[in-house]
């Protein structure tokens, strides 16, 4: 009972508490370490929801009790009673955790999948109608378009799509900048990393953990676009060329991570931030994860203690 109260108070505390913990963290500087305290924090959340899973359906005593129950000997000297009382109430409640949340995610993921794979089939006959595969094999398609537009396009074989529009107000090295910035989605994976979000928020809306996941992994996936892009190009340039397509956005038609988002604003100021200031940025943002990492031990010993005291105070 000690370790379920444990594993509970972190899970609730990771879900209520570290959205707005890690939405205060400036990611600008990391956005590869920021994708990963979001992700980690939705992984730790989901396994703590497992292991008070586990936990409940373990025979006896679940590894790890004893030692919390050796340290805590007031709370172990009634979990017996506490135990009793909810036998019969645990294998139900186990069953119930387990399959109404693996089915309602199940559901979400496969619709999730279906509808993509629907979207990119009906994508990609309109592009091999409308579009022209660029001839040097670089996984470029060429729209004829006015309008400045580059996108990339996730799954087997992924590309990028460009317009003849962007072509035409780029300098040669703002379109390499450009470039960069589509295959970097694609190296990156980042289309499924913001589909986990979806899916799980969609699954799970009334997690507030999961309801804020979609919207910071989708702008962090952007300044990590931008990151690879600079660095192998020129900050400079892509900066300048997020300025001459954004001059065109009132006509962009809106596109699945599109070159212009919300966020630009702040992916301008990141691409014209310093070196130093960006490197002041990532140490501030690491020591901000730290304490956001401690969380879920923290509000595993407050359970753990008000627990304790509240099975004191009954026995004296």
């Known amino acids: 009972m000690i370790?379920?109260?444990?594993?509970?108070?972190?899970?609730?505390?990771?879900?209520?508490?570290?959205?707005?913990?890690l939405r205060r963290i400036d990611f600008a500087a990391a956005p590869v370490a920021g994708m990963?305290?979001?992700?980690?924090?939705?992984?730790a959340m989901i396994g703590c929801g497992g292991l008070v899973l586990i936990a409940l359906a373990w025979p006896g005593d679940p590894p790890g009790e004893f030692f919390a129950g050796s340290v805590l000997g007031c709370l172990g000297a009634i979990e017996p009673v506490i135990v009793t009382w909810t036998a019969s109430l645990i294998m139900p409640v186990v069953a119930l955790g387990v399959t109404v949340p693996t089915g309602q995610l199940a559901r979400i993921a496969v619709g999730h999948r279906g509808r993509g794979a629907t979207l990119r089939r009906r994508h990609n006959e309109l592009v091999e109608v409308l579009g022209r595969v660029d001839p040097s094999g670089s996984k470029l398609v060429w729209l004829d378009h006015p309008v400045p537009l580059a996108y990339s396009v996730a799954g087997r074989g992924g590309y990028v799509v460009v317009t003849d529009g962007l072509a035409r107000c780029l300098t040669d090295a703002q379109w390499r900048a450009v470039l960069a910035h589509e295959h970097a989605h694609l190296r990156g994976f980042h289309h499924h990393i913001v589909g986990v979000g979806q899916i799980l928020a969609r699954a799970f809306p009334w997690i507030p953990l999961f309801a804020a996941a979609p919207t910071a992994l989708a702008t962090l996936v952007e300044l990590a676009a931008d990151r690879a892009a600079a660095t192998a190009t020129d900050p400079q340039a892509l900066s300048s060329a997020l300025h001459t397509v954004a001059a065109h956005?009132?006509?962009?038609?809106?596109a699945p991570?599109?070159?212009i988002d919300e966020s630009l604003a702040m992916r301008l100021e990141c691409l014209s931030a310093t070196p130093?200031?960006?490197?002041?940025?990532?140490?501030?943002?690491?020591?901000?994860?730290?304490?956001?990492?401690?969380?879920?031990?923290?509000?595993?010993?407050?359970?753990?203690?008000?627990?304790?005291?509240?099975?004191?105070?009954?026995?004296?």
């Open 249 to 254: 956005g009132a006509t962009t038609p809106a």
């Open 3 to 21: 370790l379920i109260t444990a594993l509970l108070a972190a899970g609730l505390a990771l879900a209520v508490f570290a959205p707005a913990a």
């Open 36 to 43: 990963g305290a979001w992700l980690g924090a939705v992984a």
């Open 257 to 259: 991570l599109g070159l």
């Open 276 to 316: 130093d200031s960006r490197t002041a940025s990532r140490r501030t943002a690491a020591a901000l994860v730290f304490a956001t990492m401690l969380l879920a031990p923290a509000a595993s010993a407050l359970a753990v203690g008000l627990s304790a005291a509240v099975a004191w105070l009954s026995m004296v």
